[in-house]
């Protein structure tokens, strides 16, 4: 698996100037019009969310982590992600939501396997008014 993160954890993606498409993860050529050498764009958080699904009957692998929600946020520059959203209370996750990623375990196939990593996402906090 190959890993789309640097320098820390922030995520980067791809632009091409040629017919301003944009790619997340970060793509060596432009799939629409086939330029090369695309310019390495920073994704920024947070990320809004657009649109969510809680996960009642998981596939097999995922049965323990039922319920779960997946989500597709919006990351500028037009880019939208379908993720997991986790640390989250079912109760008050609302559309338009704002959201950070996290590079977070996806799954472990049994004691002696690789560790699966990928992006999942979580509620931004803010902070109250007047705490610093």
């Known amino acids: 698996m190959?890993?789309?993160?640097?320098?820390g954890y922030h995520f980067f993606g791809s632009y091409c100037s040629k017919c301003q498409k944009?790619?997340?993860?970060?793509r060596e050529y432009c799939l629409q019009c086939?330029?090369?050498g695309l310019e390495k764009i920073k994704i920024h958080n947070p990320g809004k969310l657009i649109s969510f699904s809680?996960?009642?009957n998981a596939p097999a692998?995922?049965?323990?982590?039922?319920p779960y929600v997946v989500g597709i946020v919006e990351l500028a520059p037009k880019?939208?992600?379908s993720a997991q959203i986790i640390n989250v209370d079912l109760k008050?996750?609302?559309?338009?939501?704002k959201l950070i990623s996290v590079f977070r375990r996806i799954s472990v196939a049994d004691e002696e396997s690789v560790?699966?990593?990928?992006?999942?996402?979580?509620?931004?906090?803010?902070?109250?008014?007047g705490s610093k």
């Open 34 to 36: 086939g330029e090369n």
């Open 22 to 26: 944009t790619y997340f993860p970060k």
């Open 79 to 81: 880019i939208r992600v």
């Open 115 to 129: 560790i699966s990593y990928g992006l999942k996402f979580q509620p931004a906090f803010q902070r109250k008014k």
């Open 92 to 97: 008050k996750l609302k559309i338009g939501q």
């Open 61 to 66: 692998g995922f049965e323990g982590q039922a």
């Open 54 to 56: 809680v996960v009642r």
């Open 2 to 7: 190959r890993i789309w993160r640097e320098n």
